[in-house]
């Protein structure tokens, strides 16, 4: 271990903040409106679903169509609230 010539370990100097350039987030903007993309992701869980036989994953699927239809409901709601 690094120790100065009183014994106590160095303390670590960081440049100042102007010397280190801000990054850019890499960010996209998602396609559609939030319950369009609710909507799409409805209609696709539930078409496969159908597809499923009967049993505890079908029933998974199902239940997250549900869900979603609900978080639909919700943020139609509050997007009309003024």
């Known amino acids: 271990m690094l120790t100065t010539a009183s014994g106590t370990p160095p303390s670590i100097v960081f440049p100042p903040?102007?010397?280190?350039?801000?990054k850019k987030r890499n960010r996209s903007?998602?396609?559609?409106?939030?319950?369009?993309?609710?909507?799409?992701?409805?209609?696709?869980a539930r078409s496969e679903a159908?597809?499923?036989?009967?049993?505890?994953?079908?029933?998974?699927?199902?239940?997250?169509?549900?869900?979603?239809?609900?978080?639909?409901?919700v943020s139609e709601m509050l997007t009309l609230r003024k």
Do not use: C, N
Request: charged fraction near 40%; proline fraction near 11%.
């Open 29 to 44: 903007r998602p396609l559609g409106s939030f319950g369009d993309r609710l909507q799409k992701f409805a209609d696709d």
């Open 50 to 73: 159908r597809k499923m036989p009967p049993g505890p994953d079908r029933d998974g699927l199902m239940k997250k169509v549900r869900q979603t239809e609900a978080a639909m409901e």
């Open 17 to 22: 903040e102007a010397a280190m350039p801000k």
